[in-house]
């Protein structure tokens, strides 16, 4: 390749730096300013002028520094090691940078994001002679106890083995030699790719497998999809992080890509120093040993933040390719559009709403399409799913917000929150009168085989008491409840016990924080069972006030405190709900 | 030696173009000098090719295009740090306003500091109490937080602030905070209140402040809060210091800001404050933290009074995104004479709960304060539903919520200026309240607690009585 010529600075202005004399150079191409050696990269051409947003702080740079491209697009590292790290938005790793140079982030630190030196055990799944194409495994890494990395050829290559290693090996060092059409390709562990660039795969398939998060609003009335999308918007203060950070918790995914994009120091912290601790319900590993964090949090240059969301999501494609279930959150995809406007405004493009540059909408969309349920490249059939859940932080709570409405054009999920629910502490805040998923009838089919025949029904009969309270309320308000017929203040109390026995959770409990699909299952039923017996309490002239008062409604509340292991127990709640009301019946 | 240029092109605003320069960085400091022989400092916004846009930090008033001089200093804007910063008082620009003599630098800090790395931090979770039973209690501020207090026009801010400087102390050590006071456009008066109230409690000794008052230059507003947070960082992660950073008034900081963007002509955002304003809003506000391996912390509590009390106005709605909460002060409970006036159900700590409990707090505190929250939420509907149908409709048990919405009110979140309630004496006011109702009622609490809590609350409350 021959070396391209150096360009001289000209203009800077906050992030965004112009240069002259960069003929050669291609968009989106990653070049390096100044001798302090900035990251920057391309994103405007105009004859050899290059404006270049620049990943660092730019202050102290001047018209006449040079600047030196490197004729590559903006990458990603992906091999072994990519797991438990924590990158800033353009993947350098923080903790070595503290090593590096201390507490606060200086400029110009340039640090592999994979390391070099260490060694990992690679397995070999393949033999010599074997012919291999793009997205084969060729061997496994076991990176943490809970995950076995796959080695994968990279996509676009074919060819037939003519050795393959086994051992100890840098992610650089060569362990297969292939013999393509080309010529003779050594294949190390790690792979380079750009990150703008979406990762192959074979095809996209229907998202039929609903991704557990163990939130109950959520996988009982509003699921995602394996493979699926869906979004958070609300108000400061109503919970967008606890429910990222739940799902990032909980969900069954093998791998969890948790992106921190302009938002606190202080949550990635708490990321960092919480996930080592939580066990994975599943594997009762640590949670740390399946997640990959990138933060680049408010007060990092903001050109690195607007390239965050497609690092992470880019390390979750190579994740995916491996055949694994992988889940990405995004707090918060706001962020990242301001990221953009403020780019767009320095190059004095023209805006669109709100001052958002005009390609806002497309550059969402594209990115939530990177998601999907997916046969992956190779020869034998594996599938991969990406799951992206975006939060959305909308001025003033406001949903007209042009980041909300392009969202909202391509996600199937809805999580709305309210700040309303979060005054009145009803956690997560998520309201179940406006939120929606259009998965709901592709899970049906999954949830009937795998939970219960029933179980979408009773979600449906759920739906309709709390759409009825919701009637219900408007009249109580108006005239008082002592004009309701005993089968609506029936009908209040029920919605009531869903609102707060089932909905209502509390992240920071230990049993509560998590609910299997199956106790959901239960706890539902138990609280629908209540209205049965209620109603059938009603017909034989049961008063209302003794169904509102009876005892057992104390041991539905804590129903949802029941260990896992314990599910027996709803039984005899029960049939202690047949007791008592046949109690009532008898006296009536 | 650095060149002089004369050679301004035009003055717009607080901003020069200066031609034919040679060399200038980025955010350089600028001196000017005026033809009166006053000089002034800069900073460079902007540089392109020959011609660099300055901001002039005491404004344009007097510069002229053909004497002025212009000088780039090679650096940005720098503090010169010590600790015999403690006990003085500064101008915006960190220059010493009390007449006392310049410091003597231990060292040199640029004011903008550098991004602190996420994986450096360590998570605040040790209890600050402040002696105020609405905070304490319910929205409970912990080391390293950043907790605004959002507030309007003619309410007690400035006073709630000064209780806090005052009162604050890391519980069991009885550690006191050193206080970094920025301020600024606020009036004369309010800085009085506040270097008085300093000085009367002998607070002053450990506190800085830096003092831009409202008629002075607008652009200086801009350095203000990144000089004391640089101060700031020296006293707690240079000297181990836990530093509290008060803020007055933010709002009047993000109009500065507003002031340069419109003359730099650049594309509005909302209510014409630039695109930016989160971004920049964050790099002062995330300087707030605790570091792993240091002793210091650095408490923010910046104070912005919401125009109209709106809530969604840009300044509050950008300062939520960034804080770990809000303390929210309410014009009705302020007429109710109810001091601190603090708005309870839309206030909010976000790291309370990894700072109170057994060994920080008590055991009983995260129960109790939920309790006392849905309590307190139900009573206030009942209220309303009252306001609507009369008190006569509700139902016996919401007469109770009703009740003691009312008494929450009165004898939980309002206190004395000067009286500081140890978080025990909260903690118990809390179960003394809750006697009101049955205690099947008490549904956030675990049973465990309420062995051990409720009894004690219901004899309280018949002494009381």
Known sequence: MEKLKEGRIVKVSGPLVVAEGMAGAKMYD???????????????????????????????????????????????????????????????????????????????????????????????????????????????????????????????????????????????????????????????????????????????????????????????????????????????????????????????????????????????????????????????????????????????????????????????????????????????????????????????????????????????????????????LGSDTKEGALSVIGAVSPPGGDLSDPVVQATLRVVKVFWSLEDRLAYRRHFPAISWLNSYSLYVENLEEYLKKEVAEDFPDLRGEAMRLLEGEAELEEIVRLVGIDSLSTSDRLILEVARSIREDFLHQNAFHDEDTYTSLKKQYRILKLILHFYERGKDGLKRGVPIQKIEEISVKGQIARAKYIPEDELEKFAEIEGEIDKEMGNLMAKG | MQKEYRTIASIVGPLLFVEGVEGVKYGELVGVELPSGEKRRGQVLEVERDKALVQVFEGTTGIDIPETKIRFLAKGLELPLSMDLLGRVFSGLGEPKDGGPRILPERWADINGAPI???????????????????????????????????????????????????????????????????????????????????????????????????????????????????????????????????????????????????????????????????????????????????????????????????????????????????????????????????????????????????KTRDDHADLFNQLFAAYARGKEAQELAVILGEGALSEMDRIYFRFAEVFERRYVSQEEFENRSIEKTLDLGWELLALFPRSELKRVREVILDKYFENGVRKSKETA
């Open chain 1, 30 to 376: 990653v070049v390096r300013v100044s001798e302090m050696n900035l990251i920057g990269e391309i994103i405007r051409l105009e004859r050899d002028m290059a404006s270049i947003q620049v990943y660092e702080e730019t202050g102290g740079i001047g018209p006449g520094e040079p600047v030196y491209p490197t004729g590559a697009p903006l990458s990603v590292e992906l091999g072994p090691g990519l797991i438990e790290s924590i990158y800033d938005g353009i993947q350098r790793p923080l903790n070595l940078i503290r090593d590096a140079v201390g507490d606060n982030i200086s400029r110009g630190v340039s640090l592999p994001a994979l390391s070099r030196e260490k060694r990992w055990k690679f397995t070999p799944l393949r033999k010599v002679g074997e012919l291999v194409k793009g997205g084969d495994h060729l061997g496994e890494v076991e990176e943490t106890s809970i995950l076995l990395h796959k080695i994968l050829l990279p996509p676009g290559m074919e060819g037939r083995i003519i050795e393959i290693k086994e051992g100890e090996f840098t992610v650089t060092d060569p362990i297969v030699r292939v013999e393509t059409k080309e010529g003779i390709v050594e294949v190390p562990m790690m792979q380079i790719w750009p990150v703008r660039k979406l990762r192959p795969y074979r095809e996209k398939l229907s998202p039929l497998i609903p991704l557990s998060t163990g939130q109950r609003v959520i996988d009982t009335f509003f699921p995602i999809s394996k493979g699926g999308t869906a979004c958070v918007p609300g108000p400061f203060g109503s919970g967008k992080t606890v429910v990222q950070h739940q799902l990032a918790k909980w969900s069954d995914a093998d791998v969890i890509v948790y992106i921190g994009c302009g938002e606190r120091g202080n949550e990635m912290t708490d990321v960092l120093m919480e996930f080592p601790q939580l066990k994975d319900p599943r594997s009762d590993e640590p949670l740390s040993k399946r997640t990959v964090l990138i933060a680049n949090t408010s007060n990092m240059p903001v050109a690195a933040r607007e390239a965050s969301v497609y690092t992470g999501i880019t390390i979750a494609e190579y994740f995916r390719d491996m055949g694994y279930s992988v889940a990405v959150m995004a707090d918060s995809t706001s962020r990242w559009a301001e990221a953009m406007r403020e780019i767009s405004g320095r190059l004095e493009e023209m805006p669109g709403e709100e001052g958002y540059p005009a390609y806002l909408g497309a550059r969402i969309a594209a990115f939530y399409e990177r998601a999907g349920r997916v046969t992956c």
């Open chain 2, 117 to 359: 790395n996420p994986y450096a931090r360590n998570y605040p979770n040790e209890f600050i109490q402040t002696g105020i039973s609405a905070i304490d209690g319910l929205n409970t501020l912990v080391r390293g937080q950043k907790l605004p207090i959002f507030s309007g026009s003619g309410l007690p801010h400035n006073r709630l602030a000064a209780q806090i400087g005052r009162q604050a102390e890391v519980l069991g050590t009885g550690e006191t905070f050193a206080v970094v006071f920025a301020a600024m456009g606020i009036t004369f008066e309010e800085a009085q209140f506040f270097i008085e109230d300093f000085r009367r409690t002998g607070a002053i000794e450990r506190a800085v402040l830096f003092i831009n008052l409202a008629h002075e230059p607008t652009i200086e507003r801009i350095a203000t809060p990144r000089v004391a947070f640089t101060a700031a960082e020296y006293l707690a992660f240079a000297k181990g210091m836990h530093v509290l950073v008060i803020a007055t008034d933010m709002t009047n900081y993000c109009e500065a800001l507003r002031e340069v963007a419109a003359a730099r002509r650049e594309i509005p955002g909302r209510r014409g404050y630039p695109g930016y304003l989160y971004t920049d809003l964050a790099s002062i506000y995330e300087r707030a933290g605790r570091l792993k391996g240091k002793k210091g912390s650095i408490t923010f509590i910046p104070i912005l009074t919401m125009p109209e009390d709106d809530k969604t106005h840009p300044i509050p709605d950008l300062t939520g995104y960034i804080t770990e909460g809000q303390i929210i002060l309410s014009r009705v409970l302020h007429r109710k004479k109810i001091y601190p006036p603090v708005d309870v159900l839309p206030s909010l700590s976000r790291l309370k709960d990894k700072g109170i409990g057994e060994g």
